[in-house]
T-cell receptor, first 115, second 114 residues
Framework: EAGVAQSPRYKIIEKRQSVAFWCNPISGHATLYWYQQILGQGPKLLIQFQNNGVVDDSQLPKDRFSAERLKGVDSTLKIQPAKLEDSAVYLC?????????????FGAGTRLSVL | AQKITQTQPGMFVQEKEAVTLDCTYDTSDPSYGLFWYKQPSSGEMIFLIYQGSYDQQNATEGRYSLNFQKARKSANLVISASQLGDSAMYFCAMREGDDYKLSFGAGTTVTVRA
């Protein structure tokens, strides 16, 4: 079974530029998550989708961050315009709904450097 | 308040020895799940082990075991027979009630010495 796919693996941009990250979850997983992991910290949830609907985006800085999951499969996270403090690893995870454990499986992440 | 606390920023362990990573949690929800993930330098978060709040027995998965002490609100990870490949960052995380999102601790870096 293929895991969670993310691209690109690395991205370097200058502040005020825009950037987009892509995620393809494990086949059949209805729930998709985007986390931000700043160096030296644990991941922090940005947004959670159930199929193509948003369940939780309370921690998403909506003035600059946006995310979509149009067909309930792939998802894109965008930052526009980027700030220096957005430098972090962006992790995508997916899980199968309705199971008690609801284990989240993560992709390898996209490491973003904002200069 | 911090939901997950990991007080050990870094640990060294000799190959083939056991190591215990501490995790304490804070929740008022009687239904919750506790998770441990491993993050090697490559960056991917790898699921290791799960413990449900209503589980009667401590979880075990191969060389990983979880020492669950509900009254103390602790969920320590024990790695037995450490291997060089175990060198990584380890995160404790919690899910509460019907909420699927995970709250993570700050992590503990484990370095296995030959």
């Amino acid at each position: 079974e293929a895991g969670v796919a993310q691209s690109p693996r690395y991205k370097i941009i200058e502040k005020r530029q825009s950037v987009a990250f892509w995620c393809n979850p494990i086949s059949g997983h209805a729930t998709l998550y985007w986390y931000q992991q700043i160096l030296g910290q644990g991941p922090k949830l940005l947004i959670q989708f159930q199929n193509n609907g948003v369940v939780d985006d309370s921690q998403l800085p909506k003035d600059r961050f946006s995310a979509e999951r149009l067909k309930g499969v792939d998802s894109t996270l965008k930052i526009q315009p980027a700030k220096l403090e957005d430098s972090a690893v962006y992790l995508c995870a997916s899980s199968s709904s309705g199971k008690a454990k609801n284990i989240q499986y993560f992709g390898a992440g996209t490491r973003l450097s904002v200069l | 308040a911090q939901k997950i606390t990991q007080t050990q920023p870094g640990m060294f362990v000799q190959e083939k020895e056991a190591v215990t990573l501490d995790c304490t949690y804070d929740t008022s929800d009687p239904s919750y799940g506790l998770f441990w993930y491993k993050q090697p330098s490559s960056g991917e978060m790898i699921f290791l082990i799960y413990q449900g709040s209503y589980d009667q027995q401590n979880a075990t998965e191969g060389r990983y075991s979880l020492n669950f002490q509900k009254a103390r609100k602790s969920a320590n990870l024990v790695i037995s027979a450490s291997q060089l490949g175990d060198s990584a960052m380890y995160f404790c995380a919690m899910r509460e009630g019907d909420d699927y999102k995970l709250s993570f601790g700050a992590g503990t870096t484990v370095t296995v010495r030959a």
